[in-house]
């Protein structure tokens, strides 16, 4: 079957305005995660969606970042007031169930001159 | 202290040899440990996971972990230029049970024809 989508798989922005990232999950997994890696750095856990639970955001780095999963399906991660540091590669990964490994979709590289 | 360390590397073998990348983490009660390679340019592929003390072997690929240590590895036997990548460690569990993993930098693995 198909594995994880997003898209854009590229994101050229202005520092100041929002973007919307998209993943779309491998069908009939429950469990969805939101990373990002930036250069020379490892990935970094942002947030996670379980089912109807409410989402672990334990990782947003600042109020600028927001998510959500519509239909316990696709999710969206917002940045609002983009800035430099936000550049980095949003990684989307689902599992079924968290227990189980994930699996990771190709990426959005944001770039935010 | 980093949760997840890895050696950087570059770690260098011969094409035919056995590559050994090690990782060590710092939450004794992790319960899940997997293995990632990542090519340049392109997202995590899940290689191996392992969640009971001992080995665990799949193909050229040997997972090993001592939870005692808080060490796991991978062994790599009859290594391919096509092996060449970064290897990512992850851990779950612990304080963050049943939900994000947690990644070391990584390890960059090349193999010489």
């Known amino acids: 079957g198909a594995g994880v989508s997003q898209s854009p798989s590229n994101k050229v922005t202005e520092k100041g305005k929002d973007v919307e990232l998209r993943c779309d999950p491998i069908s009939g997994h429950t469990a969805l995660y939101w990373y990002r890696q930036s250069l020379g750095q490892g990935l970094e856990f942002l947030i996670y969606f379980q089912g109807n639970s409410a989402p672990d955001k334990s990782g947003l780095p600042s109020d600028r970042f927001s998510a959500e999963r519509t239909g316990g399906s696709v999710s969206t991660l917002t940045i609002q007031r983009t800035q430099q540091e936000d550049s980095a590669v949003y990684l989307c990964?689902?599992?079924?169930?968290?227990?189980?490994?994930?699996?990771f979709g190709p990426g959005t590289r944001l770039t935010v001159l | 202290q980093k949760e997840v360390e890895q050696n950087s590397g570059p770690l260098s073998v011969p094409e035919g040899a056995i590559a050994s990348l090690n990782c060590t983490y710092s939450d004794r009660g992790s319960q899940s440990f997997f293995w990632y390679r990542q090519y340049s340019g392109k997202s995590p592929e899940l290689i191996m996971f392992?969640?009971?003390?001992g080995d665990k072997e799949d193909g050229r690929f040997t997972a090993q972990l001592n939870k005692a240590s808080q060490y796991v590895s991978l062994l790599i036997r009859d290594s391919q230029p096509s092996d060449s990548a970064t290897y990512l460690c992850?851990?779950?569990?612990?304080?963050?049970?049943?939900?994000?993993?947690?990644f070391g930098k990584g390890t960059t693995l090349s193999v010489s024809s």
């Open positions: 990964a689902s599992s079924f169930g968290t227990a189980n490994e994930q699996f």
């Open positions: 392992i969640y009971s003390n």
């Open positions: 992850a851990v779950k569990g612990g304080r963050q049970a049943g939900t994000a993993l947690i």
